[in-house]
T-cell receptor, first 114, second 113 residues
Framework: AQSVTQPDIHITVSEGASLELRCNYS??????LFWYVQSPGQGLQLLLK??????LVQGIKGFEAEFKRSQSSFNLRKPSVHWSDAAEYFC????????????FGPGTRLSVLP | DTAVSQTPKYLVTQMGNDKSIKCEQN?????MYWYKQDSKKFLKIMFS???????INETVPNRFSPKSPDKAHLNLHINSLELGDSAVYFC????????????FGPGTRLLVL
């Protein structure tokens, strides 16, 4: 069965610093890849997704992610973090369009220092 | 107007009871989903429902059943509630599957005593 790992449970960065959140997956084929953000007490919001094509994906709120097939990774980046980015971030993979084998990583909590 | 709404927001009940959580979307989307987030924030998809086709996560107990009276609603029924069912349940919808952006509801926090 496929799995998703997010090696960092908690990351703290200063406001204005760059950010990279790691995501690795284990699956035989290329899955669909997603990053979601969850602010405290809120539902999830899709930041970006990769289905095919350009391996560098632009998302909302200034985030981007790069799919690297050789490393089975889909790391999320932002050049300059804002205090409002403090939240929980989830990487997810799916094998089809309707949720079959749709698996989330354990999440990375981002704290932002003023 | 709320795009995806859930009721109730909080639900406290006893073990063994049967309960329902309602979800409505006013986005005209074709696909709706239910997710469970446990106390450790681990997220799991439970169901997706598209044009009367139900895709079930095989790990979901059959005590859980989605019911869709129409395209705008996907309710979650839970029979014989257990302590381990305590979690936050999120409903979501999208225009045509995961390749489209999913919009999530605010969640229903279920506590089973």
């Amino acid at each position: 069965a496929q799995s998703v790992t997010q090696p960092d449970i908690h990351i703290t960065v200063s406001e204005g610093a760059s950010l990279e959140l790691r995501c690795n997956y284990s699956y035989g084929a290329t899955p669909y890849l997603f990053w979601y953000v969850q602010s405290p007490g809120q539902g999830l919001q899709l930041l970006l997704k990769y289905f095919s094509g350009d391996t560098l994906v632009q998302g909302i709120k200034g985030f981007e992610a790069e799919f690297k097939r050789s490393q089975s990774s889909f790391n999320l980046r932002k050049p300059s973090v804002h205090w409002s980015d403090a939240a929980e971030y989830f990487c997810a993979v799916a094998m089809d369009n309707y949720g079959q084998n749709f698996v989330f990583g354990p999440g990375t909590r981002l704290s932002v220092l003023p | 107007d709320t795009a995806v709404s859930q009721t109730p927001k909080y639900l406290v009940t006893q073990m063994g009871n049967d309960k329902s959580i309602k979800c409505e979307q006013n986005l005209g989307h074709d696909t709706m989903y239910w997710y469970k987030q446990d106390s450790k924030k681990f997220l799991k998809i439970m169901f997706s429902y598209n044009n009367k086709e139900l895709i079930i996560n095989e790990t979901v107990p059959n005590r859980f059943s989605p019911k869709s009276p129409d395209k705008a609603h996907l309710n979650l029924h839970i029979n014989s509630l257990e302590l381990g069912d305590s979690a936050v349940y999120f409903c979501a919808s999208s225009k045509g599957g995961l390749q489209e952006t999913q919009y999530f509801g605010p969640g229903t926090r279920l506590l089973v005593l």
